[in-house]
């Protein structure tokens, strides 16, 4: 069954500091990786995208890494700032199909 | 700027009363999707529309019904919302399904209330 789980459910940071949010798939055939930030009420915007032939991804303080192998990604934020409190969200799309798997997202809430 | 517009974004109803939530995107994108997101759960597929072409989930209930009258819109129709209907609807378009330009963009969502 494809399946997208993240890890951990919430944190809390202070402001400043840096964090990472994990992300396990068993989606197959895999076609790529999203993550996506989602402030409480709006919509989810996307930070990165990546295919299968990519390991690192960057917008800015968020980097996502991705290895393949052992179907897991990571979001590494830095310095992190009280408007990255918001819900982040792991989406794997499979291969040749419009199905995109959602995981139940991280919640990160940023604490000055 | 290009984007993907949804109305209302907060939408009060009563039961059994039906209900239309809007979207709308200037990004002339070829697919459009609704989704139902509950509190702290991932969002779930209901439909999408691939230019006219309608494809609804398996497990969508007959309740919820859409129509593309033209690529700029899409609409959602509630027939007669249920107390669990209660959600945050969004509307997402892309470019079109496969890999390479399936990025999807999502509208701000439409928060519906049942009393």
């Known amino acids: 069954k494809n399946q997208v789980e993240q890890s951990p459910q919430s944190l809390i940071i202070l402001e400043g500091k840096n964090c990472t949010l994990q992300?396990?798939?068993?989606?197959?055939?895999?076609?790529?990786l999203r993550w996506y930030k989602q402030d409480t009420g709006r919509g989810p915007v996307s930070l990165t995208i990546m295919t299968f032939s990519e390991n690192t991804k960057s917008n800015g303080r968020y980097t996502a890494t991705l290895d393949a192998d052992t179907k897991q990604s990571s979001l590494h934020i830095t310095a992190s700032q009280l408007s990255d409190s918001a819900s982040y969200i792991c989406?794997?799309?499979?291969?040749?199909?419009?199905?995109?798997?959602f995981g139940t997202g991280t919640r990160l809430k940023v604490l000055a | 700027d290009a984007m993907v517009i949804q109305n209302p974004r907060y939408q009060v109803t009563q039961f059994g009363k039906p209900v239309t939530l809007s979207c709308s995107q200037t990004l002339n994108h070829n697919v459009m999707y609704w989704y139902q997101q509950k509190s702290s759960q991932a969002p779930k597929l209901l439909f999408h529309?691939?230019?006219?072409?309608?494809?609804n989930e398996a497990d969508t209930p007959d309740n919820f019904q859409s129509r593309r009258p033209n690529t700029s819109f899409c609409f959602l129709d509630i027939r007669s919302p249920g107390l669990g209907d209660a959600a945050m609807y969004l509307c997402?378009?892309?470019?079109?399904?496969?890999?390479?330009?399936?990025?999807?963009?999502f509208g701000p969502g439409t928060r519906l209330t049942v009393l």
């Open positions: 529309y691939y230019d006219k072409d309608f494809n």
């Open positions: 997402a378009t892309s470019r079109d399904r496969s890999s390479g330009r399936g990025e999807q963009f």
């Open positions: 992300c396990n798939y068993t989606v197959s055939p895999f076609s790529n």
């Open positions: 989406v794997v799309q499979t291969s040749g199909t419009y199905k995109y798997i």
